[in-house]
Structure formats: structure tokens, C-alpha cells
Nanobody, 124 residues
Framework: QVQLVESGGGLVQAGGSLRLSCAASGRSFNNYAMGWFRQAPGKEREFVATVNWGASSTYYAGSVKGRFTISRDNAKNTMYLQMNSLTPEDTAVYYC?????????????????WGQGTQVTVSS
């Protein structure tokens, strides 16, 4: 069992930055690949970024590549999402997730554990 808690969301103007954190507790954090997903009102949850267990490999959705950076600190049991050059289209609830597999994953169905989400709102 892994418990995930996101933080760092908020309101920011277009062009601004935010850093989200996902704190994990429970079983060995470094056994899990981690990912970020987001869900905007009226839309399905979509993949944002993922990182493998050792942080040596990452993968991003095309819409955020070059603007967002995913990272993790296994010593702190924490994953991060640095979001730069934010646009109103990035407004959503952001969720972190854990998959019991060292490789990164981009599919919703690959993830077993989910956080409760943190709201990110980007104003124009």
C-alpha cells in the first residue's frame, strides 16, 4: 500500500510557474514508477509526465514537453513537477500516481495508487 499526497497547486498568471510535490508513504518508494496526470472540468483525466524508479528516464505528453519537468528524490520519498510557461489550458486538478513497476508508464490503467489531487488554475 502506498499513500500519495500532492501539494503546491494554486492560482498563477499565464506565463508563470508552479512546482507540485507528491509525498509518498508506505512501501518502498523506489520500487515504483511515478506519474502525473491532470483532469480539467468536463474532460477525461490525461497523462502529463512520468519518471522511472531511478529517475534516469522520463516521458512527457506533447502538450507539456519543454515546459514541465518531472523529477523525484527517493531519499525524501517525494516526486516533483516543475511547471513553467503556464497557460490557461494547463488549468486542471493534478494527480500523482504510482505504478509497481520500475519502468515509466503513460497509461492511466498502469497505475495502482493515486493521490487526492491538487488544483492548478492559470489565469489569462
Amino acid at each position: 500500500q502506498v499513500q500519495l499526497v500532492e501539494s503546491g497547486g494554486g492560482l498563477v498568471q499565464a506565463g508563470g510557474s508552479l512546482r507540485l510535490s507528491c509525498a509518498a508513504s508506505g512501501r518502498s518508494f523506489n520500487n515504483y514508477a511515478m506519474g502525473w496526470f491532470r483532469q480539467a472540468p468536463g474532460k477525461e483525466r490525461e497523462f502529463v509526465a512520468t519518471v522511472n524508479w531511478g529517475a534516469s528516464s522520463t516521458y512527457y505528453a506533447g502538450s507539456v514537453k519543454g515546459r514541465f519537468t518531472i523529477s523525484r528524490d527517493n531519499a525524501k520519498n517525494t516526486m516533483y513537477l516543475q511547471m513553467n510557461s503556464l497557460t490557461p489550458e494547463d488549468t486542471a486538478v493534478y494527480y500523482c500516481a504510482a505504478a509497481y513497476d520500475g519502468s515509466w508508464h503513460s497509461k492511466f490503467s498502469d497505475y495502482t495508487y493515486w493521490g487526492q489531487g491538487t488544483q492548478v488554475t492559470v489565469s489569462s
